[in-house]
């Protein structure tokens, strides 16, 4: 009862933050709505995760919920890594200017 | 078949920590008459004060970020300035100064945008067999992606006209900026040819050169730009 108490303040956590991404990323926060809301549903019923791991011929929930998490966060890395590159790319593009301002002054 | 001014003409050098060969490369350059831009990207030992002193107009990254930000960053200043053609030259000697003219020339003699320099047409000497098969998959990777019938993609030199120069936007701040180049130039639609020119390794470029591990981040980089806008 007490596990199931803290994973469900943490997910209820993860659905505000869902809220807040909503603005900037209607898909992710959609996507990220769908995960915290399974999550609720089988910290309460976890024997539901046992049938629908079996149905997908996995055999025990709890394996399911770690194929899924392992999946869920690659996918969360890739898009961490996509989002530096963005922020790599305004970066030279700020250094960019500075550089070829400096030189228009320096070589007139 | 030239008729333009020398002046007119950008050569755009990126350069990180090339100090002890940049003097000599830029001193050449500037001997044949063209306008240098050197691109120091967050070098950490003298190559700005070197490019200065052999009359390079200098530019300098305020932190290292890669060859094709290098590149861009010189492309972008020769289009504030009267230049005509950009050319792109490496800074650790392995280029030849009177391939210049013969770029420039099969612009204006095939109405280009862009003469692309290659070894394969040319030569290549003491280039080592597992960089030749590199650079010949790396060629062949091009041709599927892009489908420009090129003979060899990680050539830093080249020339384009002002309109070409304008064409391009490099984001691939590391080594994969030579393929998506030529990306670029294929989704242009301006017109591109290309000219044998000499690439002269020596133990000191090489060195400085891609491996083989280079050519996996590169295909990495590649993969992951397509992933988004």
Known sequence: ????????????????????????????????????????????????????????????????ILY?????????????????RTQT?????????IAITDAQSRNT | MEVVSRAQVYVVIPAYNEGTVLSRVVTEVKRAGYAVVVVDDGSTDATADHAHAAGAAMIRHPFNLGQGAALQTGIDYALTQPAQFVVTFDADGQHRVSDIPRLID?????????????????????????????LQA????????????VTDTH??????TRRGAAALALRQNRMAHASECLSQIGSSGLRYVEQ????????????????????????LDLFARRLYR
Not at chain 1, 89 to 97: G, N, P, S, V, Y
Not at chain 2, 138 to 149: I, N, P
Not at chain 2, 208 to 216: E, H, I, S
């Open chain 1, 1 to 64: 009862m007490i596990a199931q108490l803290i994973l469900s303040a943490l997910l209820a956590a993860i659905l505000l933050y869902a809220w807040t991404e909503y603005r900037r990323s209607p898909a992710v926060a959609f996507l990220t709505v769908a995960i915290a809301t399974s999550g609720l549903y089988f910290v309460w019923m976890p024997e539901h995760s046992t049938q629908l791991a079996e149905l997908v011929g996995i055999g025990r929930g709890v394996d399911l």
């Open chain 1, 68 to 84: 899924v998490w392992v999946c869920i966060s690659l996918v969360v890395l890739l898009n961490l890594h996509l989002k530096l």
């Open chain 1, 89 to 97: 790319e305004l970066i030279t593009m700020l250094a960019r200017k």
């Open chain 2, 106 to 134: 099969a612009l204006i003699r095939e109405r280009a945008d862009f003469a692309l320099g290659s070894r394969f047409l040319g030569q290549a000497p003491n280039l080592p067999p597992l960089r030749r098969l590199v």
């Open chain 2, 138 to 149: 790396a060629t062949l990777f091009t041709r599927l992606t892009t489908g420009l019938q």
């Open chain 2, 155 to 160: 050539n830093g030199l080249r020339a384009m």
């Open chain 2, 196 to 219: 044998p020119v000499t690439i002269e390794y020596t133990a000191y470029s090489l060195a400085k050169g891609q491996n083989l591990r280079d050519a996996v981040l590169i295909l």
